[in-house]
């Protein structure tokens, strides 16, 4: 995924042209932060033992090019997965390098895990956003804001349902982080047909067949996540633009694992 300033604009192809990296898990190198001890026992704490790797993400939020799109508005995780109970899905992310408020730290808001799953869309934003950054439709919130400043190797765990996101990256430099969400594999797929979360499926299959000729169509079968029937599906091969991403020169590889006071993580899971 690219950037929507940066895309419009000349760039050179490579690591500055890419701002996140989806879905790595057929990567071994990314793929081995995914089952770092130092993780899954956290992981374990609110999935129980059955654990699948649900969405795996690379962020290399670049310097922000003057119309402030390098921000990401206050959402919720679960309005991208269609599958419950929340509670037994969590997210960990990692902070590849010291990130603060200066390149864009993450903004989260505790306790409102507590709440429902808002409606979401694309903020009405001068700038414009990119895609499939979606946010809170008519965000209010009367919670307070939390900055999370970490060091190298901070790991922090939170709830999908926690309304969270990040500003701008006002450095010269790229912040780049690293996450994963778990889920149980007891969970199970709801159908999101009629609400937002349908919007999102649409997007995605939009791209898919955009970028990559691909028709993708899926079943609905509200059993396990394991048991989900795919239509249609063609992996396409890797292109220039991803081995880029999947070596060790992009990545400094790997971080070393810390995790945040407890309290900070009890303040964005409980």
């Keep these: 995924m690219r950037d929507v300033t940066i895309a419009k604009s000349e760039f050179v192809p490579d690591q500055r042209a890419v701002s996140k990296l989806q879905d790595f ?17 956290y992981v374990e704490c609110f999935t129980g033992p059955n654990i699948m790797a649900m969405h795996t993400m690379l962020i290399n939020k670049p310097p922000d090019a003057g119309k402030k799109t390098s921000r990401h508005p206050m ?6 997965f269609p599958f419950r109970p929340a509670d ?6 990692t902070a590849m ?29 001068e700038g414009g956003v990119n895609k499939m950054y979606h946010g809170i439709r008519d965000y209010r919130s009367h919670h307070p804001r939390l900055h999370l400043v970490m060091e190298k190797g901070d790991t922090v765990f939170f709830h999908p349902l926690l309304i969270h996101g990040s500003g701008m990256n006002k450095t010269q430099g790229f912040r780049k982080a690293i996450s994963c969400h778990y889920a149980s594999a007891d969970c199970y797929y709801i159908d999101v047909t009629g609400t937002t979360q349908e919007n999102i499926g649409n997007e995605i299959k939009e ?21 989900l029937t795919c239509l249609s599906f063609t992996i396409p091969q890797p292109s220039a633009q991803y081995s880029l991403l999947s070596a060790k020169a992009f990545l400094s590889w790997p971080p070393a694992i810390k995790l945040l006071p407890d309290e900070l993580c ?3 899971l409980i």
Excluded: M
Excluded at 88 to 93: F, L
């Design 97 to 125: 390098e010291n990130v603060d408020r200066n390149n864009g730290c993450l903004v989260v808001q505790p306790g409102t895990h507590k709440e429902t799953l808002k409606e979401h869309d694309y903020p009405e934003w």
């Design 75 to 80: 959402h919720q995780d679960l309005h991208y």
């Design 88 to 93: 037994r899905i969590v997210c960990a992310w």
């Design 25 to 41: 898990q057929e990567d071994p190198e990314l793929f081995r932060y995914c089952k770092l001890p130092q993780i899954l026992k």
């Design 207 to 227: 791209l898919a067949l955009q970028k990559y000729d691909l028709d993708i169509k899926f079943q609905f079968n509200p059993s396990c996540l394991h048991n």
């Design 266 to 268: 009890i303040a964005s």
